[in-house]
């Protein structure tokens, strides 16, 4: 089973950027997809945004034109690249990674976005 590490998250203002990274211990190119999902204190983990095998991507309406997620197979990481924070994207974000039914998740990555 795949293990991910999350990276890249910290304090910024609004406005910023930042960009986060999910390494995975073993090959992404065999997952059926990945993606990031985000959990803001008091709420539910709702998903970010998503890639698949093969490149397809898809958005929450609240960061579409925001952020970007991308993946490098030859490096097993994927990236979610997050400019124009609000404050309303702080938060916890998780990676997953999806082959069949099997779910796996990161520890996560705390995201401050200071108005």
């Known amino acids: 089973q795949v293990q991910l590490v999350e990276s890249g998250g910290g304090l910024v203002q609004a406005g910023g950027s930042l960009r986060l990274s999910c390494a995975a211990s073993?090959?992404?190119?065999?997952?059926?997809?990945m993606g990031w999902y985000r959990q803001a204190p008091g709420k539910q983990r709702e998903l970010v945004a998503a890639?698949?095998?093969?490149?397809?991507?898809h958005y929450a309406d609240s960061v579409k034109g925001r952020f970007t997620i991308s993946r490098d197979n030859a490096k097993n990481t994927v990236y979610l690249q997050m400019n124009s924070l609000k404050p309303e994207d702080t938060g916890v974000y998780y990676c997953?990674?999806?082959?069949?039914?099997?779910?796996?998740w990161g520890q996560g990555t705390q995201v401050n976005v200071s108005s």
């Open positions: 997953n990674a999806v082959r069949g039914a099997s779910y796996t």
């Open positions: 073993g090959t992404i190119f065999s997952l059926d997809a």
């Open positions: 890639i698949t095998s093969g490149g397809s991507t």
